[in-house]
């Protein structure tokens, strides 16, 4: 019988932690991740595990592509792990950066894998054929960058940290922004990201309008558990309809990740887990978590502790499992 933590937060990164080689330790290893790659290679119409093990990377990195791939490779290591002995730990709260919130909804039961896989796989569609622009973060609050973001027609797209915002716009205009803080803040060092678009921007209307009927079409159940949202960023509202509505307006407004996690920390969560993806440069059993950084750092100077574990290869999810048992949950 799964064990229920009370303080226990699930979470799931999003685009970016990407890579050639994800998943494949996990499918020749547990047939349960075997499972999800063949299952999302059904739904997909497309061989989803070749491209995730072999690449080519270029199309790895094409929305479309990036988004069930990261969604798949996120609930094989929730799914494997979950049937591991230290797996049998239950979550209270479940969250996501961006993409990875479809990937919170599944593991909340809002959502079925199938279903979710649909709906990414058109939000990918359409992020890439209807969005244009660029992404850049900046080590700076959001009272300091946003002026001269909206100055030269940039707008905010994610806060991640007080002191880490990320903007977007046309590549030109990002470029007067980022001039602008060199000039003004030389010790600061902006990071120009590797997107197809200004996501989370007014760059994103025309994808969120054709992926509102999308949205409508999909089947969503209330969550059984407390799920963050990027877009309000507290709690999902539990009415389908609510999340749909989330859902939409997050395609094209900033990610309030610091929000969430302030509200998650705040509602005492002790634990948390992160699962899928991974950066850095090696095979998948030297990539790091991508939101462990911004998780320690939103701790860090204030009265919230909690313990963080990651499960994003075979070595992280084996070694949490095994600290899950050793503390008897």
Known sequence: MAEHAQNTLFLFPGQGSQYVGMGRDLCDEYPAARRIYEQAGDVLGYDLAGLCFDGPEEQLNLTRYTQPALLTHSIACFKVFSELPGGRLQPSLVGGHSLGEYSALVAAGALSFESALRLVQQRGELMGTHGTGEMTAFPLDIETIRPMAERFHCAVAGCNLPEQTVIGGRAEDLERVEAEVAEQYPRKRYVRLKTEGAFHTYYMVTAA??????????????????????????????????????????????????????????????????????????????????????????????????????VINVQTLKATADAMSDQGQ
């Open 209 to 310: 309008q054709h992926y509102r009927d999308v949205l409508a079409d999909a089947d969503f159940a209330a969550p059984g558990i407390r799920v963050l949202s990027n877009f309000t960023g507290g709690f999902h509202d539990p009415d389908p309809d609510a999340i749909r509505s989330r859902l939409f307006f997050q395609l094209f407004h900033a990610v309030l990740w610091h929000a969430n996690l302030v509200a998650a920390l705040s509602a005492g969560v002790g634990t948390i887990v992160e699962f899928g993806g991974g950066i850095g440069p090696g095979e998948p059993d030297a990539k790091r978590p991508n939101l462990e950084g911004m998780i320690k750092k939103a701790m860090r100077g204030t009265e919230w502790e909690a313990r963080y574990f990651p």
